[in-house]
T-cell receptor, first 117, second 116 residues
Framework: EDKVVQSPLSLVVHEGDTVTLNCSYE??????LLWYKQEKKAPTFLFML????IEKKSGRLSSILDKKELSSILNITATQTGDSAIYLC?????????????????FGQGTILTVHP | EAGVTQFPSHSVIEKGQTVTLRCDPI?????LYWYRRVMGKEIKFLLH????????ESGMPNNRFLAERTGGTYSTLKVQPAELEDSGVYFC??????????????FGPGTRLTVT
């Protein structure tokens, strides 16, 4: 069974700190990894990573995939209170033998980030 | 562009009753997904529609759950009869369709279902 593990499960920092969130996976026929941010309701899409070693960046957030280590990290620099949220990691697998299970995302438990002023 | 919407936002029902959840995907998104998070656990896949067809329903827990997407637009997820273990947050997501290519999925705010 596919497995996605995030660490730490929770993290408390102060504004201005830099944080690194981790995601590791065990997925048959891995295809891509996605990061989402969930504040109150809907998880919002951050990044989709398919190629190893290529950093994706959006403002103070960046992420990179390491296919050799079966993992990804999400970095947030100069954190702000608005970064407080649950950060979710999810993976797509490639086509299975039957060619049907290509749309499902497998999620990790999430990392709860709290940024204090 | 309007996002994925879900209705209701919260539903409280008694064990044995029926509840129907609705999801309206982003306009033009042919892929529609249902997921569920029960308390303390990760978000788990339930099923995937491509237009009106069920592509993958491997995550549906049992035959008390019925999902439909008539006309390939909005979708409903009916739980009948509801059991206590069905409590959780039900998320809907949608994405563009391009055959087997996997686009990012956009999520709705979820419906919190409480079965008492």
């Amino acid at each position: 069974e596919d497995k996605v593990v995030q660490s730490p499960l929770s993290l408390v920092v102060h504004e201005g700190d830099t944080v690194t969130l981790n995601c590791s996976y065990e997925v048959t026929n891995f295809r891509s990894l996605l990061w989402y941010k969930q504040e109150k309701k809907a998880p919002t899409f951050l990044f989709m990573l398919t190629s190893s070693g290529i950093e994706k960046k959006s403002g103070r957030l960046s992420s990179i995939l390491d296919k050799k280590e079966l993992s990804s990290i999400l970095n947030i620099t100069a954190t702000q209170t608005g970064d407080s949220a649950i950060y979710l990691c999810a993976v797509f697998r490639g086509l299975d033998a039957g060619g049907t299970s290509y749309g499902k995302l497998t999620f990790g438990q999430g990392t709860i980030l709290t940024v204090h002023p | 562009e309007a996002g994925v919407t879900q209705f209701p936002s919260h539903s409280v029902i008694e064990k044995g009753q029926t509840v129907t959840l609705r999801c309206d995907p982003i306009s033009g998104h042919d892929n529609l997904y249902w997921y569920r998070r029960v308390m303390g656990k990760e978000i788990k896949f339930l099923l995937h529609f491509v237009k009106e067809s069920k592509q993958d329903e491997s995550g549906m827990p049992n035959n008390r759950f019925l999902a439909e997407r008539t006309g390939g637009t909005y979708s409903t997820l009916k739980v009948q009869p509801a059991e206590l273990e069905d409590s959780g947050v039900y998320f809907c997501a949608s994405s563009r369709y391009a055959g087997l290519f996997q686009y990012e999925q956009y999520f709705g705010p979820g419906t919190r279902l409480t079965v008492t």
